[in-house]
């Protein structure tokens, strides 16, 4: 070393650290976390409460081994959300690692301890590359709306069939009255339904119907009132954040609010549409052997983004010219209808990634 080299040099100058790798098995109430330096060593493991005042321990714990940036974290968008939002309030990049697979927990066993190195290792060697959603913004509103109006949905679904399995077996005088009816009339006609007279057997069972009936028609009109307005406020999340999704013929609300969810609050994690598309499940896999070489269809990634994208599809192919234009040729070049529903949803998922991240220009179709 020469003089003027040792001369940029103090001894009071704070010693490079290096560069650690953060890996955590998530739970409920515990979070393992474990610390693997660059070449694979483990440096130590560690237990933290699933806590706000946990989630700065464990940070401060693994800081202590060398200089944090990324994080290997499982389940980041259940019981690893609250760390993955810290952690990325901390700047540290934080990668989702799905568990081991039953080989390698068959060869080394299952542990936490061991779940959270195998985590690190995960980003260490790059299998990881998918960076967690910062859940921190309104697309996590939305996400959480959506949860709440799926359930409504499902529940509304359940009373209606309840209700109609009840009329089958009511006596033949009051469902013949109510047969008739179209649902609307139908669950208001039920939620009227009043008390009967008389104290026999029979009209037990009457009045056993009668109540039963209102119940679920009261249940299904309240769950239609809830459905109705976690509609109004996904709308306006997706007017007020991403107006330029309902400009594009067949993306509606809904399906422009599960695209978003699927993208997060920090679309700039995905870096290209390319990754967008594998991530709805409608990029091509190859899937060829010998002479025969063809493509799949990806029956991968968020299957609710595959099915928003399947919506805008064949609301397109009723609607829109352009997308029927290209059905026609593709029909007359001696694809399958499978193949042109593949490759037009690949398009619309390129075309989605564009208006939420723009970027180069979208191929004609």
Same mark, same amino acid.
């Given at each position: 070393?020469?003089?003027?080299?040792?001369?940029?040099?103090?001894?009071?100058?704070?010693?490079?650290?290096?560069?650690?790798?953060?890996?955590?098995?998530?739970?409920?109430?515990?979070?393992?976390?474990?610390?693997?330096?660059?070449?694979?060593?483990?440096?130590?493991?560690?237990?933290?409460? &699933? +806590? @706000?005042? #946990?989630?700065?321990?464990?940070? !401060?714990?693994?800081?202590?081994?060398? /200089?944090? $940036?990324?994080?290997?974290?499982?389940?980041?968008?259940?019981?690893?959300?609250?760390?993955?939002?810290?952690?990325?309030?901390?700047?540290?990049?934080?990668?989702?690692?799905?568990?081991?697979?039953?080989?390698?927990?068959?060869?080394?066993?299952?542990?936490?301890?061991?779940?959270?190195?195998?985590?690190?290792?995960?980003?260490?060697?790059?299998?990881?590359?998918?960076?967690?959603?910062?859940?921190?913004?309104?697309?996590?509103?939305?996400?959480?709306?959506?949860?709440?109006?799926?359930?409504?949905?499902?529940?509304?679904?359940?009373?209606?069939?309840?209700?109609?399995?009840?009329?089958?077996?009511?006596?033949?005088?009051?469902?013949?009255?109510?047969?008739?009816?179209?649902?609307?009339?139908?669950?208001?006609?039920?939620?009227?339904?009043? &008390? +009967? @007279?008389? #104290?026999?057997?029979?009209?037990? !069972?009457?009045?056993?119907?009668?109540? /039963?009936? $209102?119940?679920?028609?009261?249940?299904?009109?309240?769950?239609?009132?809830?459905?109705?307005?976690?509609?109004?406020?996904?709308?306006?999340?997706?007017?007020?954040?991403?107006?330029?999704?309902?400009?594009?013929?067949?993306?509606?609300?809904?399906?422009?609010?599960?695209?978003?969810?699927?993208?997060?609050?920090?679309?700039?994690?995905?870096?290209?549409?390319?990754?967008?598309?594998?991530?709805?499940?409608?990029?091509?896999?190859?899937?060829?052997?010998?002479?025969?070489?063809?493509?799949?269809?990806?029956?991968?990634?968020?299957?609710?983004?595959?099915?928003?994208?399947?919506?805008?599809?064949?609301?397109?192919?009723?609607?829109?010219?352009?997308?029927?234009?290209?059905?026609?040729?593709?029909?007359?070049?001696?694809?399958?209808?499978?193949?042109?529903?593949?490759?037009?949803?690949?398009?619309?998922?390129?075309?989605?990634?564009?208006?939420?991240?723009?970027?180069?220009?979208?191929?004609?179709?």
């Amino acid at each position: 070393m020469t003089a003027r080299q040792r001369s940029t040099f103090s001894s009071t100058d704070p010693p490079i650290r290096r560069e650690v790798v953060l890996g955590v098995d998530t739970h409920g109430e515990v979070h393992v976390a474990a610390v693997i330096s660059p070449l694979g060593k483990i440096l130590g493991t560690e237990s933290f409460p &699933a +806590t @706000a005042v #946990g989630y700065r321990q464990l940070l !401060v714990w693994a800081r202590k081994r060398g /200089t944090v $940036r990324r994080a290997g974290v499982e389940g980041t968008g259940t019981f690893g959300a609250g760390l993955s939002r810290y952690l990325l309030a901390q700047r540290v990049q934080v990668f989702e690692v799905n568990r081991p697979d039953r080989t390698a927990r068959r060869l080394l066993g299952k542990s936490d301890p061991l779940d959270a190195q195998a985590a690190a290792r995960a980003v260490l060697s790059g299998r990881a590359r998918a960076r967690a959603k910062s859940g921190d913004g309104p697309v996590h509103s939305a996400r959480i709306y959506k949860l709440a109006k799926d359930s409504a949905v499902k529940a509304r679904t359940q009373a209606i069939n309840q209700l109609k399995a009840v009329l089958v077996i009511a006596d033949p005088t009051l469902r013949e009255r109510l047969s008739s009816l179209g649902n609307a009339e139908l669950f208001r006609t039920c939620a009227t339904l009043g &008390a +009967t @007279a008389g #104290g026999g057997d029979e009209d037990a !069972v009457a009045q056993a119907t009668h109540m /039963t009936l $209102r119940m679920l028609a009261e249940r299904i009109e309240q769950l239609t009132g809830q459905i109705n307005e976690l509609n109004q406020r996904l709308t306006r999340l997706v007017e007020r954040h991403a107006p330029q999704l309902l400009v594009p013929v067949g993306i509606g609300p809904d399906s422009a609010v599960t695209l978003l969810i699927t993208m997060g609050d920090n679309p700039e994690r995905l870096n290209t549409e390319a990754s967008f598309a594998a991530l709805c499940g409608v990029s091509p896999i190859e899937y060829s052997s010998g002479r025969r070489r063809t493509r799949r269809l990806n029956y991968g990634g968020d299957r609710q983004a595959n099915a928003a994208l399947h919506r805008i599809v064949f609301t397109r192919l009723r609607h829109d010219p352009r997308t029927q234009a290209y059905y026609e040729r593709r029909t007359q070049e001696g694809k399958t209808r499978r193949e042109i529903i593949r490759c037009l949803k690949r398009y619309t998922a390129r075309e989605v990634f564009n208006l939420v991240r723009p970027a180069s220009h979208t191929p004609a179709l």
